[in-house]
């Protein structure tokens, strides 16, 4: 198959995407978070593509992306004030919602939970083909499971070329993490992924939120989790992850010291110079954390290389967005740190 990537910007694009997710097939889609790989949410001949295409464990249930919050009422029952509260903060853009699921919603897309995921992405193109196709949109990111997340359509192309017909190209994802989920069947709602909505952003709206032990913990295998997707090895490049805490000047000298031939260093830009010689790569700048969330994946795909030693990654720390990069290079490192203020 040809693989074919259209402008977002040309006219007939939303058009012919919309015509292949009404046939059953697959669309890569840009949102403003991550590319999605998108299929008709209502059909379970459609949503089993997905999986194959990803190679997507069938237990790991699928976000339903719609062209407005009114849509939601289609897929979910007993929707709680909350939900509406956040839509009209937040909608469209990077927020996840877990409500009841109505049955209108195949279990291949809700993976069998009696809850769905929806969302309603900021990026104009992914709506209009949703609004034409006249169906909302079941789309994971479109890596290949359990690697880097693909925020251009190059990444897309590059896991997919031959497989998918259609990669709709809306330039660099603006926000480079993926969607935060909140899981509105508790009480608190309990956040199950970090994302572009900043936590203090969820509690101006909600009041106490509760963050699942899946956020800030690696996760058992076989353990019962409220987000499956957030217990398999994630965002993870082929070689090894340690995240280096501390100041700059200390990291960079603890780093030195472990440093072998064929490692690589993970590193703000601002501090490039003081890797000379260890071959680093800058995901963004530290000043502007926005830039490194929307570097981070680009980054661990160029890193994604068998090759490499150990990848020593520096990782910003505390709330907004920052918490989000946090959680990613957490996963991609299986929780392992070291502390450059005490360790050499
Ligand atoms: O930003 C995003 O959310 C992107 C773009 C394409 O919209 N999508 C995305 O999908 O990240 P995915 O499939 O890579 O991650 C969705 C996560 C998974 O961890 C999955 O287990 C969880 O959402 N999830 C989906 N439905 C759920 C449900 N009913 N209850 C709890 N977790 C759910
Ligand atoms: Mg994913």
Redesign the pocket.
Known sequence: MDTQILSATAHETARIAADIIQNGGLVA?P?E????LGANGLDPEAVVKIFEAKGRPQD????L?VADASQITDFCHSIPDSAWRLAEAFWPG?L?M?LP?RDTVPKRT?AG?P???V?C?DCAVTRDIIRLAGVPLA????NISGKP?TTTAQHVYHDHKGNIPLIVDGGACRVGV??T?I?LTENPPRL??P?GITPEQLTEVLGAVTVDKAVTAQIAGDAVV?????KYKHYAPACSVVIVDGSSEKAAACIRSRFTPGDRVLCFAEELPLYEGCNPLAYGSEAAPDTLSAGLFAALRELDDPSIGTLYARCPIGGGISYAIRNRLEKAAAFQHINAEVEA
């Open positions: 889609i949102t978070t991550v590319y999605g790991n249930p699928l976000i992306h990077p996840t877990v699921a809700t939970l809850t769905v995921a969302r992405p789309a994971p990111s479109a997340s993926e969607s989920i899981d199950l992924r994302g409220k987000a499956p997707g957030m």
